[in-house]
């Protein structure tokens, strides 16, 4: 049988291909970046996921790791066993319930403009929306419910900040002579 024109063609040189690049490419699928830090620490490359996993305590798969109750023909419940695995770094797991039971940070925060915002209609206008909505510093004309929203959100990202901010409010300022 005959060979194809191309096996029998001699490879030559890509002049156009990057091998560097190419070779980082590679080295990328084959290593994926593990984003949790506990678990890249502990993370040994000569051993398999699945390996990593188990001796972290973890699950590979969960469908194995939790048993389910196959119901039998005779009427009896059957459970499947789960491989039972020895825990060598249970430090992993302690590390990542103790970073999940930490309460979540609220980074949400507001613009310095839209702080200045809030504060000049309080201060102009305390309590009274409809004349917020009416007041001339109200570029984008927003109506008495968007300027209530913007300054509860202000109340919320910044309690702190709003709170010494109703104090220096309600301080009688001495009169300048």
Aim: include cysteine.
């Amino acid at each position: 049988m005959a060979k194809t024109k191309q096996s029998a063609r001699r490879k030559k040189f890509d002049y156009n291909q990057d091998r560097k690049k190419l070779k980082k490419k590679f080295i990328k699928k084959s290593n994926p970046r593990i984003e949790n830090e506990q678990i890249r620490n502990a993370w040994d490359n000569r051993k398999s996921s699945a390996r990593n996993l188990q001796e972290m305590g973890l699950a590979f798969d969960p469908n194995r790791s939790l048993p389910i109750k196959k119901p039998s023909l005779l009427g009896r419940e059957r459970q499947t066993k789960a491989p039972v695995g020895i825990v060598t770094k249970p430090y992993v797991l302690n590390q990542l319930e103790d970073e999940a039971s930490r309460p979540e940070k609220d980074s949400k925060t507001l613009s310095s403009d839209l702080i200045e915002y809030a504060q000049y209609m309080i201060r102009e206008h305390s309590d009274n929306y409809k004349a917020m909505a009416r007041d001339e510093k109200n570029y984008y004309q927003d109506t008495p419910k968007q300027i209530k929203r913007k300054i509860n959100e202000y109340k919320r990202c910044h309690p702190e900040h709003y709170n010494a901010f109703i104090n220096s409010l309600a301080v009688p300022q001495p009169m300048a002579q």
